[in-house]
């Protein structure tokens, strides 16, 4: 039995020939600051939004041990990246520092359409578990781990027989179960929120709303939650419309 863990180009995904994915391109540069500049990060992380940051994601800044994380994703215009990461670079508190590490690697915009093949299973990154809006993978690698591996051990009657569709009905339809509606409302709001500048402060605004946090770090979906975050976003989405229209109409008489 073989679990696929090896990242978004996985050989394992590859072996079995799950099928490609969309995906997003993100860049980071950790970063050396003086002391009296990494002390406001101590106990800090910040996210940044707007097209000098991504046109269709956001910026992070966040501590590690003696530096900065600083970095950026995006979907739509991938070559521009090093341009969004200058951007970010730009904002207060983070333009003066040493780089002392650059990465880069892709995140996966959606689950593969096979993950299950047999008797190998993909989870994590290589699985496509990265939430869309968020951009959140490390819990879902986490999770989809150890359900896989303790879903081998039910499917395989603790290593007594071969496995066949069962690793199926106990990994990916449980999971299927826990996280579809999570990922699901996560890849609506990326899709109604990131499309402007205004769209996405109206994303910052909802956050402070209602429990859009939980859903976004999340452990089992609620779909009573995922339920009242509908009619949030609805709510939002809709002064968002009136707002730039509001916005159009200035601009034309004036």
Not at 50 to 75: E, L, N, R
Not at 78 to 103: C, T
Request: hydrophobic residues 40%; aromatic residues 12%.
């Amino acid at each position: 039995m073989v679990i696929g863990a090896d990242s978004a180009n996985s050989r394992v995904a590859k072996s079995i020939k799950a099928r490609n994915y969309a995906f997003a391109i993100a860049c980071q540069e950790r970063i050396k600051l003086p002391e009296e500049k990494m002390a406001y990060y101590e106990n800090l992380d910040k996210m940044y939004v707007g097209h000098d940051v991504s046109p269709d994601f956001y910026g992070w800044v966040f501590p590690k041990c003696d530096h900065v994380a600083v970095g950026t994703d995006t979907v739509c215009s991938k070559p521009d990246i090093k341009i969004y990461l200058n951007g970010l670079r730009k904002r207060p508190k983070i333009n003066e520092g040493k780089v002392i590490k650059v990465e880069a690697h892709p995140i996966s915009e959606h689950p593969r359409l096979v993950r299950v093949q047999g008797q190998v299973a993909l989870v994590g990154d290589t699985a496509g578990y990265v939430t869309k809006c968020s951009d959140e993978g490390i819990y879902f690698a986490t999770k989809s781990g150890w359900m896989c591996g303790e879903a081998m051990v039910r499917a395989s009657k603790e290593g007594l027989r071969m496995i066949n569709e069962g690793l199926r009905r106990e990994y990916l339809k449980k999971w299927d179960e826990m996280y579809f509606s999570t990922f699901k409302v996560l890849d609506i709001l990326q899709r109604v929120f990131y499309g402007s500048d205004a769209a996405k402060e109206a994303l910052v605004e909802l956050c402070g709303k209602c429990n859009i946090c939980h859903l976004i770090r999340l452990a089992e979906g609620n779909r009573w939650e995922d339920l009242k975050l509908l009619f949030s976003t609805i709510g939002v989405w809709f002064g968002v419309i009136l707002w730039e229209e509001k916005l159009r109409v200035w601009a034309r008489n004036y």
